[in-house]
Nanobody, 117 residues
Framework: QVQLVESGGGLVQAGGSLTLSCTASGRMFVFNVMGWYRQAPGKQRELVAAHSTGGRTNYADSVKGRFTISRDNAKNTVYLQMNSLKPEDTGVYYC???????????WGQGTQVTVSS
């Protein structure tokens, strides 16, 4: 059984920074992809950033140049460094991982990020 534990959310002023972490515990995998999604109030969940095992990354246009995703396979952890935060970055941020050799994935419980103006 694999569980995802997220941390690092909180309240920050516009222009500030936060770093989110998501660690998978239990059986060890090298996940196909590890990524972050977010959901703002009244909006659909959207991809923020993703990191594949091949090193390829992709970002939502709205966060390019401000957010950086990285992963440490030895620690089964994915990070999201968020700089120059804006009020529109506010939402619940969810970690998502894809299991190798399958189309199965797993979601974390979410961590709240609130950016005040």
């Amino acid at each position: 059984q694999v569980q995802l534990v997220e941390s690092g959310g909180g309240l920050v002023q516009a222009g500030g920074s936060l770093t989110l972490s998501c660690t998978a515990s239990g059986r060890m995998f090298v996940f196909n992809v590890m990524g972050w999604y977010r959901q703002a109030p009244g909006k659909q969940r959207e991809l923020v950033a993703a990191h594949s095992t091949g090193g390829r990354t992709n970002y939502a246009d709205s966060v390019k140049g401000r957010f950086t995703i990285s992963r440490d396979n030895a620690k089964n952890t994915v990070y999201l460094q968020m700089n120059s935060l804006k009020p529109e970055d506010t939402g619940v941020y969810y970690c998502n991982v894809g299991f190798p050799g399958t189309k199965n994935d797993l979601w974390g419980q979410g961590t709240q990020v609130t950016v005040s103006s």
